[in-house]
């Protein structure tokens, strides 16, 4: 081969890789190639000076006004753990699991709870936040797609049929079924039942986006072939038999609880009081008491239950840490 022959490839060669290196890079223009006017900030230590301090005045302020908006709040927290303790006794053992057990727990309320009450329950001990517990779920079935899709369920995912559970996994057959009544004690022989509203405790996007029931006329025929988690007492389309919106995958207290949370000690938004009658401005001070059908057992693993009525502010409920936060350096 001629050294011109390969003097004439060679060149060709290299013409062609400048050609798609060309290619490559990118268009010429000033934002591309980083060509837009800059501005630099020339700060003196005075004006860094002010702007610090104007910051943390900023930041005290808020925190003080939190603060005060958190310690306005009121709240009442009854722990019914060792109150209803012949309950517990007798959830312990499984055998018992048909039989019910209420308990009352009086209490005196001194200052009247004026606006919105809530009610919460609250758990001691419970950990929401483990691994597995957490992946114990199927949200193609919680969406109303296929009630019969248990595949990430485990342990929890077919009766000792070989029926699919619905709603499958260990979140939801261990969900917390006490029921709570608030009874106000006008007098000596007058008793009025609080009124409560059981919806609209749940997010929106949960109610409306995460769960829904599947397209079915009948509730009960969409769930045909599927079986209750073992630890409820009845099946998922009868949670709420009297409201339809209320009922199934969409159910408040369902939604409520399948939203797990990150720490051992929470508690989670039960009734809203129903502002009519003698509490149309909150609950007034006096006597009252809490009916408690007891069903979740806790003795054995060393928990406690609670309680907590409480109103709200525009900031919130009750805890300090948004506050210790703006405040602290």
Not at 13 to 20: E, P, W
Not at 71 to 97: D, H, M
Not at 241 to 249: A, I, M, Y
Not at 270 to 289: D, V, W
Request: net charge positive; glycine share 6%.
């Amino acid at each position: 081969m001629s050294e011109k022959y390969m003097w004439v490839t060679c060149r060709t060669r290299m013409k062609r890789k400048c050609q798609n290196y060309e290619s490559r890079l990118p268009d010429n223009t000033a934002v591309k190639q980083q060509q837009l006017p800059a501005f630099r900030l020339q700060l003196t230590a005075s004006e860094i000076l002010s702007g610090f301090f104007a910051i943390g005045l900023f930041c005290l302020g808020m925190g003080i006004i939190l603060l005060l908006s958190a310690k306005s709040i009121k709240e009442v927290e009854i722990n019914y753990t060792e109150k209803c303790a012949t309950c517990a006794k007798l959830r312990e053992e499984a055998t018992n699991f048909d039989k019910e057990c209420n308990c009352s727990i009086s209490f005196y309320l001194p200052q009247k709870m004026e606006g919105n009450v809530y009610l919460y329950y609250k758990l001691y001990g419970f950990y929401q936040n483990l691994y597995r517990y957490i992946l114990s779920r199927s949200n193609i079935q919680l969406v109303g797609a296929d009630v019969k899709d248990v595949r990430n369920c485990a342990p929890f995912r077919t009766s000792d049929n070989g029926l699919p559970i619905a709603p499958c996994g260990a979140i939801a057959n261990s969900m917390f079924n006490d029921t709570i009544v608030l009874w106000y004690n006008f007098n000596s022989s007058t008793h009025i039942r609080v009124p409560m509203v059981r919806t609209e405790t749940a997010w929106w996007t949960d109610k409306y986006v995460k769960f829904q029931n599947p397209a079915f006329q009948n509730l009960s025929s969409a769930f045909a072939g599927t079986a209750k988690p073992p630890n409820w007492p009845k099946p998922v389309y009868e949670l709420d038999e009297n409201d339809p919106g209320n009922n199934g995958f969409i159910n408040d207290d369902f939604i409520v609880w399948m939203r797990t949370a990150a720490f051992p000690n929470f508690k989670k938004l039960y009734r809203r009081l129903h502002r009519i009658g003698n509490f149309t401005e909150g609950l007034p001070a006096g006597s009252y008491s809490f009916i408690i059908n007891y069903n979740f057992p806790v003795s054995r693993f060393q928990g406690q239950k609670a309680v907590v009525l409480s109103t709200l502010t525009w900031s919130g409920g009750s805890s300090l840490f948004l506050a210790l936060t703006y405040v602290e350096p």
